[in-house]
């Protein structure tokens, strides 16, 4: 922010764990940076293939249209074209694909180019291929597409209107799903309440995390053997084998998924099966290998926002000590112009159906409607973060409302330690955390005893002062089965993650990942757990770069998102060093004459009798052993391979579908965060002037990591509620397609960032370690939060939306009565 | 002299020498990925705003998508492949790893080639002056708080 | 994204430039290339001749005018402005404008001429040229003309540059007892402007320009005094445009208060 700002403290953990000796807790240096920092890294658009075409899609200008014509013979003739591909042959070639809402939402059709309508403006209608990039992007401009327009769907209130046009002829209502959520006894509480609070809106605005790196694909096809081999950024592979598969009408083995490098994801680059099956269709219409890089403005418009989700008529039942019972609401769901990882939001919000808070009775009316806007995608905080900034505004209006103290009305609320593992009113299980002290940490960090003092101090330089609280939780290691609370006929349930580590024959650790990590540092915590149980270091351990579905050593579920990589990819890591070092310690034991496994121990790279350390077998003898001298073995050794393969299931169960109730994630990680800002009452504009954010993911492994993941996600979220929108205007065009006019922040426009941490380990797995990347949405709330308090001696405004631009700010303080319109309070 | 749609172009990267025919079109950053094979520069935006395609141009950090490559004739251009010599890390590259300043990689080479150009002409800058020269590097992952604390350690010397 | 199609010259003398310029229909001057290339890459405009000034050496130079004012050369960067010591003592404003615009990478190849030449109606330079009554220089094959700005500043991307011409460079008055200033609300910081002023002021008298609020430049002169300002911003009866960040509403209202703070900031 400004050129003053103070140097952020050093990070503060608030317990000293005793270090056990090992690697897990420790902040090992990254093994990926090497190659980063040099430029070497591999990301998908530095990968070439001899003859490669590049690829650039005719996209729709309109938001709603009918396509009448499509003429690509003057693109076919400009040098150097290769070919085109337009919907007719995708709907000719493939199925649609695979919808997860059930009839008659799941009835729509969903084709890799827009077939005979398009839906949003920047949908791809026709693929040109061509020699080099700048020239495909020549020839786009040679294909000939006319269309008719058609009435545009933009407002989610309103899509299901009786008489609005239908995005898809299938769906009526333009409604994908629909369904009503009652839990605890909302009557009763309504009943018992002291107070009631009704909120008419809030509203949660449309967004993304915009990773720098855009999503992307070069796909080659093998003719002889129809295997497809996609070296791509999709950080879901797969989901998106499990979408491409059927689609292409081909088994899942023939689509190979390869990535080593990918520039961030954050949820954005989990639907690029869409684009994906094109470039298949592409490389084996053209029989060479095609590159495909999104443009910032495709992906922007095209690709994948954050659901908007709107909240009406909420009610709040309050006790007059404080106490909130529940609330009651309807929401509305905007996925925009398809279903690709929808409606899975709309039940995925239920992992933290009470947020933070002891609240019992929660009655939900919930529609999804879909719009012609970009269709959306689990960006960071997947609908958790929606519903979590929900329950955020709602504690704090009400704390406004009943000119209640915002800090202890928290405390007196939130769920407590002791009451850890929670199980909240639809059967998830909170499995540990401490909220309270959060808080607590969160409050020290930005000098909340001083608060007043610079309340004033504010003030004496024609500023309004505020302070504002986020609380959040990540919940990760998601249970599939939460698919069959929106569509019953669905066959997912449960999770997994694949690891296999190896030890070669000159003793090479070696570990195969699942995963496809874009940042969060799998390469050296695997590195770090596998050390810690072979008793080796980090150094010792070679992970393989990346992603490779030939490794073999992935699942159904395999990828990186959703907040798991702590539990169910390093579960996998430990399960299956856990095997392999007791293969390692069985011909230690067979080899140095030992009675049993239990008689040896692993380290520094030997196996060694405990009772005569002396009597030690280095690890590459062993692998040698295995591999190239195994009739030293006795018989019953020989099915040791020292190539173990685990797969981690988490202990999931299947939900109660009637009920739609169940545990539906593992793990709850939680982050507090607190906001100081400082309005400027002429202009509001306002600035940041103080943060700090604590987190609790339970047990670290790298402790630096997991504060660099709290620093971007703050950072994100603040980002989001400042500036970051993606606003759209009457036609449907999107408004902030490029980062000039969607403001996402620079270095000077981050405030002081200040981190704590606290760790309560799961009791639920295998490390006691939490999933932990998706916390940092608290800023959403803790800027809203700090802004309404800022302005309460402006005529008490409320902040019920989730985007806050100065322009808003102002319209606040110009009017603070339009939004006190929204609140009433009914003192009983 | 007259207008042309291509020419031969010579430009010395991280001190080679290198000449190729280009078409006038061609930007920088497509010339440094795709014709010399320098992938290590990265493009993140259509509107010069990302900072990802940083790089030193006559001393100067540019964004190489907003210079065309034949504007590059006759001079000489740095990239993150030409920061260190082989397999050795500058100050900078080490100062990233050790205070983990990145996380996906995607923005680094840009960053770092801002902060080399800032150490070149200022040896001893303050936090201010450390996120005014990194100012046009977008971060998606990091908030910047380690990547300023790493430039500072850098410019110090105290790279562990 | 990528440019169309696109020829280009890299002239080594001024003559050559304008010759080019004028010998053929599309041709448009590259300067740093900050706005022109994002043009292009969008496709907004497609010239058919590049004539790349970067060569140039008599467009880069400052210089002290015989009065104590500035001679500016069109070419010079917005670095180059920043580090100019001659700059720094006639007409410190200009500096420090300079280096609120983006970023360094900008600055480094973005240049003055380039930035009053596009004449976005959010850029920072040309309310700062049209404040001080600055003086842009043009030339074309008949020969050179020097204009203020109320002449140079036609419309949103436009100019009296026309087709075969070329701004050489700007006269910057010597400061004489005026107090300059700049104030601005961007979207983040050094971001894009929501509104900008530029205000000089003068035994109490202000001169003020509003960017952002009209296709050009839009000068009010009045009192140096806040009330006085006030009511002159009002009597323009501004009629901004709405977009993304600010409702036509809001822009009216914070011209009027940025109009404020560059004089109070100029007269403190």
């Known amino acids: 922010m400004s050129e003053t700002t103070a140097a952020p403290d050093k990070p503060i953990t608030v317990e000293e764990q005793e270090v056990a000796p090992g690697f897990i807790g420790v902040n090992v240096p990254r093994k990926e940076d090497r190659r980063l920092v040099q430029g070497e890294g591999v990301f998908v658009d530095d990968v070439k293939r001899h003859g490669m075409a590049y690829v650039h899609f005719v996209r729709s200008p309109y938001a709603h249209a009918a396509i009448t014509r499509i003429d690509v013979s003057r693109a076919l003739e400009l040098d150097g074209v290769y070919g085109t591909l337009i919907g007719e042959e995708v709907a000719a070639e493939t199925d649609p694909f695979f919808q997860i809402a059930p009839p008659p939402g799941g009835d729509l059709k969903d084709y890799a180019l827009a077939v005979g309508r398009v839906r949003h403006v920047g949908e791809p209608v026709v693929a040109v291929a061509a020699a080099t990039r700048e020239l495909a992007r020549d020839a786009a401009d040679l294909v000939e597409v006319d269309y008719e327009p058609l009435e545009t769907v933009l407002d989610p209130e309103k899509a299901a209107d009786p008489g609005t046009a239908l995005l898809h002829d299938e769906v009526p209502r333009n409604t994908i799903w629909h369904g009503n959520f009652d839990y605890g006894d909302y009557d009763a509480a309504l009943a018992e309440a002291d107070k009631v609070v009704r909120i008419k809106r809030l509203h949660f605005h449309r967004f993304s995390s915009t990773p720098l790196e855009t999503s992307g694909a070069v796909v080659e096809y093998n003719r002889g053997t129809g295997q497809w081999t996609i070296h791509s950024n999709n950080q879901f592979p797969g989901f998106a084998i499990i979408m491409m598969g059927p689609a292409l009408k081909v088994g899942m083995d023939k689509l190979r998924f390869v990535s080593q490098d990918i520039g961030g994801g954050f949820g954005n680059k989990i639907c690029t099966h869409v684009q994906l099956v094109a470039m298949c269709l592409l490389a084996r219409k053209l029989n060479r290998a095609v590159n495909w890089t999104e443009w910032r403005t495709d992906q922007h418009t095209a690709n994948s926002h954050g659901n908007e989700r709107v909240f009406l008529d909420v009610e709040v039942p309050v006790k007059a000590d404080g106490t909130l019972l529940g609330f009651k609401t309807r929401m509305i769901d905007d996925c925009g112009a398809y279903t690709r990882y929808e409606p899975l939001g709309c039940i995925i919000w239920a992992q933290v159906t009470p947020g933070c808070y002891r609240w019992r009775h929660v009655r939900v009316d919930f529609t999804q409607v879909c719009t012609n806007k970009s269709p959306c995608g689990p960006n960071r905080g997947y609908s958790r973060m929606q519903h979590l900034w929900f329950t955020e505004r709602i504690i704090d209006i009400v704390a406004r409302e009943l000119e209640l103290d915002p800090v202890e009305i928290r405390k007196r609320n939130y769920i407590r330690a002791d009451e850890m593992p929670y199980e909240t009113p639809n059967g998830c299980v909170y499995d540990s955390g401490d909220y309270a002290r959060c808080l607590d940490e969160a409050l020290k960090l930005v000098g909340y005893e001083s608060i007043e003092e610079k309340r004033r101090d504010a003030e004496s330089r024609g500023k309004l002062l505020g302070f504002g609280i986020g609380s959040t939780l990540d919940s990760g290691t998601n249970n599939f089965g939460q698919s069959t609370l929106v569509n019953p006929e669905l066959q997912f349930s449960g999770n997994n993650e694949v690891a296999t580590v190896k030890l070669d024959i000159f003793g090479e650790i070696v570990v195969t990942l699942g995963t496809t990590p874009q940042g969060q540092s799998h390469e050296t915590t695997a590195a770090q757990v596998v050390a810690d149980i072979l008793h080796v270091s980090p150094g010792d351990v070679t992970v393989r770069a990346g992603h490779d579905s030939y490794w073999n050593s992935h699942a159904g579920f395999s990828g990186t998102y959703a907040s798991q990589f702590a539990v169910t990819g390093l579960g996998a890591v430990k399960g299956a060093t856990d095997k392999l070092a007791g293969e390692i310690k069985q011909i230690g034991a067979a080899v140095l004459g030992a009675d049993s496994t239990d008689e040896v121990e692993l380290e520094g790279g030997f196996v060694r009798r405990k009772d005569n350390p002396e009597a030690a077998l280095p690890f590459m003898a062993c692998g040698a052993i295995v591999n190239a001298n195994n009739a030293v073995l006795p018989l019953e050794l020989r099915e040791i391979t020292l190539n173990c393969r685990y797969v981690y299931v988490p202990p999931h169960q299947l939900p109660d579908k009637e009920r739609k109730y169940g545990n539906l994630t593992l793990t709850y990680a939680n982050q507090i965060h607190a906001c100081v800002v400082e309005v400027d009452p002429e202009t509001g504009v306002y600035e940041i002037v103080d943060y700090g954010a604590v987190d609790d993911c339970g047990t670290r492994i790298n402790p630096q990591i997991v504060e660099g993941q709290v620093q971007g996600a703050a950072a994100q979220s603040i980002g989001a509620a400042t500036h970051e929108t993606f606003l759209y205007d009457e036609d449907g065009n999107l408004l902030t397609p490029n980062f000039y006019d969607y403001h996402v922040p620079h270095a000077l426009d981050m405030p002081p960032l200040r981190t704590a941490s606290i760790e309560s380990p799961s009791p639920f797995t295998p490390l006691g370690a939490k999933g932990m990347g998706e916390g940092g949405g608290a800023g959403l709330s803790a800027v809203a939060s700090a802004l309404q308090d800022a302005l309460r001696g402006s005529g008490k405004p409320i902040v019920s939306d989730s985007s806050n631009p100065y322009h808003r700010v102002w319209e606040l303080l110009r009017n603070p009565e339009q939004s006190r319109e929204l609140v009433e309070v009914e003192n009983r | ?160 | 994204m990528l440019l169309a199609p696109v020829e280009y010259a890299r002239p080594s003398s001024l003559d050559e430039a304008v010759r080019l310029l004028g010998a053929y229909d599309g041709a448009r001057a590259l300067a740093g290339g900050q706005t022109l290339t994002n043009v292009m890459k969008a496709r907004a405009a497609a010239p058919d001749v590049l004539v790349d000034l970067n060569d140039l050496a008599e467009l880069r130079a400052i210089s002290r005018s015989g009065d104590g004012g500035l001679e500016l050369g069109a070419m010079v960067t917005l670095s180059e402005l920043i580090r100019s010591p001659e700059v720094g003592e006639a007409r410190p404003i200009l500096a420090g404008v300079a280096s609120q615009i983006a970023d360094v990478q900008v600055r480094n190849r973005g240049t003055i001429g380039g930035n009053i030449c596009s004449n976005d109606p959010t850029n920072h330079l040309p309310p700062v040229v049209a404040a001080l009554g600055a003086t842009m220089t043009i030339r074309g094959e008949d020969g050179e003309r020097t204009i203020g700005a109320e002449e140079f500043f036609l419309g949103v991307y436009m100019t009296a540059v026309q087709p075969g011409e070329l701004l050489t460079r700007i006269a910057i008055p010597p400061a004489e007892g005026e107090r300059d200033a700049f104030a601005s609300v961007p979207i983040g910081k050094d971001g894009t402007c929501i509104v900008n002023a530029a205000a000089t002021v003068r035994d109490g008298q202000a001169r003020i320009a509003l960017g952002c609020v009209a296709a050009v430049p839009l000068l009010v002169t009045s009192a140096a005094e806040e009330a006085a300002v006030r009511q002159a911003v009002q009597d323009a009866q501004l009629d901004p445009p709405s977009d993304v960040h600010a409702s036509a509403d809001y822009r009216r209202h914070l011209a009027a208060v940025v109009a404020v703070r560059a004089v109070q900031e100029a007269t403190a």
Do not use: W
Not at chain 2, 33 to 57: E, K, P, Y
Not at chain 2, 110 to 127: F, I, V
């Open chain 2, 1 to 160: 002299m007259e207008p042309v749609a291509g020419q031969r172009i010579s430009v010395e990267v991280n001190g080679e020498r290198q000449e190729r025919d280009v078409e006038v079109r061609r930007l920088l950053v497509h010339f440094l990925r795709d014709d010399l094979d320098l992938t290590g520069t990265h493009v993140g935006c259509d509107t010069g705003n990302c900072g990802a395609c940083t790089v030193i141009v006559d001393g100067m950090a540019v964004k190489s998508c907003m210079m065309l490559a034949v504007q590059a004739d006759g001079s000489s251009v740095q990239t993150i492949e030409g920061l260190a010599p082989d397999d050795e890390l500058h100050a900078l590259q080490q100062a990233f790893s050790s205070f983990h300043a990145l996380q996906c990689g995607y923005c680094t080479p840009g960053m770092l080639m801002s902060a080399k150009h800032l150490l070149d002409h200022n040896p001893e800058p303050t936090e201010g002056e450390i996120r005014r020269a990194i100012q046009g590097n977008i971060c998606r992952c990091t908030g910047y708080v380690n990547i300023v604390e790493a430039i500072s350690a850098a410019a110090k010397g105290e790279v562990k």
